[in-house]
């Protein structure tokens, strides 16, 4: 049950990240163009992740509450667009929130198809940045991921741990929750103190 | 049987959109490019599609008739590339021709696959406006939807009343033949007229 | 065997000649970006043929020898970093030999899920060129596919030897082991001499 919440919540957050972002950009201005950006920010990582699983019908196809969850996000931006001022920071939050619930629910699900353990992990990853990933290629920006991607080590990271706490036997709600604030947890200190991975420096790099 | 003449007509149109989109293009003039283009631009809808709906075997895979479409469809290209002058137009008219087919089909095999009406609505679009995305994508461009959501929207029309007409008992290839229609209907008029979806203004816009 | 062995090879050059690729661009340089680059390169062919198959699970997903390959490839990569000076040359050389490997099991996979012939040399050439297509969308370079179609050619030419092969049941390690050095050969020697499709003109090219 938890899980199953968790993906309608982060269907709802995911879709106003989306909707914010494209809402900022001149060709997308329009409600439609809005709406649709919102959407495949949503429901993105976790087709892609049902693709590959074969774990077919995919969620969004069968369930209707998904496609509720992303309406009530899209009007929810819509009544609240005035008050949301401060866009990136606001988009920014939205964002690592859903990628907390995703990195996790992703996870879970490859696991229950039995998929080895590193292989969820990095199953995990992709189901919580991919609608990110579209998102950013629809409005032309340099994907939030590959900006900064101490977020992608937050997932890793609590990716890593949830796998672990299940191995220990913790219970999984448990276990998700653990796991989805330290991803929330180190993307915002990330963030705050500007944090970043070591460079990979081979003595011959481009001059820009 | 006029959903699979549909399919191999929207498939030579698509694959004609898709060759005359590379053919304007620098790094696409040879003929390989061009070909390689025009062919996903004409399958990629359906593929995704599904993909999405897990419908194994993929059509192109298993049906000979689909490729040899997507051949006649090169040639004709190539042997009256020098009647093409007004390249946009064209582009245009065979891109609507292929896209008011492909939601139709797209919707009925989605409900031939037990999606909910609202899910099913959203792949008929997905599978009419992907290989476009993708042509687009491919030579660089502003994917067309996105520029002119009002094309989106005439997908959407088109789609519920299909699914509408169904639900309504009435025969599957009249209810097809009348929502094809009205996409492309509404699609030239929308050109014609200069039509647009209202902004989604939230005051703080980016001035460029 | 032959065919297990060729994918983790194919896989090793793949992150291989990713890694290189995305350390040499401002924005991919800490090791997550490399590491994350090199790692799409190395599996997306084969991801998305499994997919368009239905040959689930996914290859990666199951077996653990594929990941263990990716990380002695990045490995590898860190190790010898310095002594990989000329860069342009190197990364087309692993690219090369990856691309030939994955033309003939994209082929050899396709005809075993009973893909015709004609689709089975497109999926072949679809499994070669994807991971190079993800890895030059993310570093932002126009996909070498597309600059060069007569590496894809190449593809083609291998993949079609190579079903014609074993149409004339020729043993299949040898006929994959011909076709895989006809591709890496016409490859080098369409960069050595410069080679070309011819363009596809008519008449009213834009003027750059």
Redesign the interface.
């Known amino acids: 049950m938890l899980f199953y919440w968790l993906n309608l919540i982060g269907i709802f957050f995911f879709t106003i990240s989306g909707s914010l972002a494209a ?12 709406f ?1 950006t919102g ?1 495949l920010t949503a429901i993105g990582g976790g ?1 892609l992740r049902d ?4 774990a ?3 969620s ?3 369930d ?1 509450n998904i ?1 509720i969850s992303i309406i009530c996000a899209f009007v929810f931006t ?1 009544v609240f ?2 008050y ?2 401060k ?1 990136t920071r606001t988009l920014f939050l939205f964002d690592t929130v859903g990628v907390g619930i995703y990195t996790i629910l992703g996870v879970q699900k ?1 696991l229950e ?4 353990p ?2 969820a992990v ?2 995990g990853l992709i189901t919580a940045v991919f609608g990110g990933v579209i998102r950013d290629t ?1 409005i ?1 920006e ?1 994907p939030l991921i ?2 900064k ?1 101490i977020y ?2 937050a997932c890793i990271a609590g990716a890593v741990l949830f796998t672990a706490l299940l191995y220990a036997n913790v219970d999984s709600n448990i276990a998700a929750s653990i796991s989805m604030v330290l991803i929330i947890f180190v993307r915002i200190l990330a963030v705050k103190y500007k944090l ?11 001059i ?1």
Chains 1, 2, 3 share one sequence.
């Not at 970043?196 to 481009?206: H, I, Q, S, Y």
Request: avoid cysteine.
């Open positions: 809402r900022d950009k001149k060709h997308y201005h329009d409600y439609f163009g809005v649709f959407f087709t693709m590959m699983l074969g077919y019908p995919i969004w196809l069968s209707r496609l819509l667009k005035k949301i001022v866009l490859s198809y039995h998929v080895n590193f292989a990095i199953l629809l032309n340099i590959f900006a991607e992608a080590t970043a991975l070591p460079k990979f420096d081979a003595g011959n790099e481009t820009d």
